[in-house]
């Protein structure tokens, strides 16, 4: 983090037309989370206190997005390009004095550590006015060119459009992320024109104009995966899919094991331990936490969830929202759980659906118990005390109770409290007729026989 104070301007008022949606380019969701709080969230992390997003185009969307963090929004009314955009963010920070970094809210990836080395880049000895992040993709597409020396001092910033075939062959592109001073960045956004290929304000015109000032202007070169710009639905999955292979990466750095790691999807916030095992085909949603030495098998669907060290889950398990496995608990094939606490040991080991249910400490719940939390207006309590063993294809419709050590025997639909202890049996009485089978069968065969 550098000496100065730090201010982010995020540009999100454009259409996104290219994305074909109704939903806003940048809040379509990479992980599980908004791109543009991809980038709220590393901001924050290089210490960028003030942030202002530019929005225009659907701003609605974007302004309810952001409504529940520290940010400020600025209004571009008609989207004149990216220099007339930043410009928007002057008020917002007419009381702020220090390094502006401006950033494009689709251009999520940004890693704080990349923000502070461009924006400490501006206190060298060589003094730069602007410094611009700086990329080699593979493909370089339609971006904007940076032509430079080996020192990285810059000659040229050049859109595609504008072009010459010698200025698209070089390799060295623009991602739009540009640290200045405020003193600087206002007067230099206000000088910027419009004579080009697109008829817009360009942002990378400050560097041509601080070049013509007889100041410096330097690249600072980083990972192009970490500047993949998203505007289209294709690289929206690109860039998915370069999000998960680092945090695949990380979760085996931080010592978990993933069989398949192609096949595992983390979401933004997963947490995963030490020691933990992940078999092919997991998928994670957002709000999970797994302890250390969990085990999850093949197949299974986790979103919500908190599971505790020694847990184990699946293969084809699936933890909605408020599932909690506690120490050493274990689900197993087709079980489902929603608002529901696993005790410490407890075991639902097959085709099973846990919703709004306590279930305490080693109890057993059978193949195919079903807690039934819902009338069709209202959701109600199942609560299990500890050891209790409910036999399979139980049905407990709730609110009801299960004490303590308590037997529910199997095909049983409780629908009214059992005791501590106690034996609960809910089924017909069973008809015994020894014989009869084998006189039907006799007496229909000699039917069959006699042609009747
Ligand atoms: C821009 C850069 C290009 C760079 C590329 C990197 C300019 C002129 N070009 O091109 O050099 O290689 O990004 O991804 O800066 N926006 C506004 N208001 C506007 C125009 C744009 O808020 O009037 C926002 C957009 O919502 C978007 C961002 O600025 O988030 C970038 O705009 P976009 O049109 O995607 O620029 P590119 O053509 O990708
Ligand atoms: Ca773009």
């Not at 502070?116 to 060589?126: E, F, H, N, V």
Request: glycine share 10%; net charge negative.
């Amino acid at each position: 983090m550098g000496e100065q104070a730090l201010a982010a301007i995020i540009l999100a008022a454009g259409q996104g037309t290219r994305m074909k949606s109704d939903l806003h380019k940048v809040l379509h969701p990479v992980a599980g989370l908004p791109m543009l709080h991809h980038l709220l969230e590393s901001l924050s992390a290089a210490g960028a206190a003030r942030q202002v997003v530019v929005v225009g185009a659907r701003r609605e969307q974007v302004e309810a997005s952001v409504a529940g963090r520290s940010v400020q929004t600025a209004h571009q009314a008609e989207q004149l390009g990216t220099a007339h955009a930043a410009l928007q963010a002057k008020d917002a920070l007419a009381d702020f004095d220090g390094v502006a970094i401006v950033c494009f809210g689709d251009t999520p990836f940004l890693r704080p550590d990349t923000i502070s080395r461009l924006t400490d880049r501006l206190s060298a000895p060589d003094a730069p006015r602007v410094a611009v992040l700086g990329f080699v993709p593979d493909d370089a597409k339609a971006y904007g060119r940076i032509i430079a020396d080996e020192q990285g001092s810059i000659a040229k910033m050049v859109e595609f459009k504008d072009a010459s075939e010698t200025e698209r062959a070089v390799k060295l592109c623009n991602s739009g992320v540009t640290a200045v001073r405020t003193a600087d960045l206002w007067p230099l956004l206000e000088r910027v024109g419009n004579d080009n290929a697109a008829g817009e304000y360009y942002l990378p015109d400050i560097v041509m104009l601080a070049l013509a000032d007889g100041d410096r202007a330097v690249v600072v070169e980083t990972d192009p995966d970490e500047l993949i710009g998203i505007n289209s639905r294709a690289e929206l999955a690109e860039a998915e899919a370069i999000w998960q292979a680092r945090r695949r990466a990380q979760a085996m750095a931080d010592g978990a094991s993933l069989i398949a790691p192609d096949t595992v999807w983390f979401a933004h916030d997963t947490v995963v331990g030490r020691d933990v095992v992940i078999e092919p085909n997991v998928v994670f949603g957002p709000g999970v936490t797994i302890a250390d030495n969990v085990v999850i098998h093949a197949f299974s669907h986790l979103e919500g969830a908190t599971i505790a060290s020694g847990c184990s889950v699946g293969p084809f398990a699936r933890l909605r929202p408020g599932a909690e496995m506690q120490e050493g608990a274990k689900v197993g094939n087709f079980v489902e759980m929603k608002k529901a606490v696993l005790g410490p040991g407890a075991k639902a080991s097959h085709l099973t659906y846990l919703g709004d249910a306590t279930v305490g400490a080693n109890a057993n719940i059978g193949a195919g118990t079903i807690t039934c939390n819902y009338d069709g207006y209202f959701k109600y309590q199942t609560v299990i005390g500890e050891n209790a063993f409910i036999g399979s294809n139980s049905a407990l419709i709730a609110p009801v109770k299960i004490g303590r050590d308590a037997i529910v025997a199997a095909g049983s639909a409780v629908s009214r409290d059992v005791a501590d202890g106690e034996l609960r049996m809910v089924r017909a009485e069973q008809l015994v007729k020894p014989g009869w089978a084998d006189r039907f069968h006799d007496a229909m065969r000699r039917k069959k026989r006699e042609g009747k």
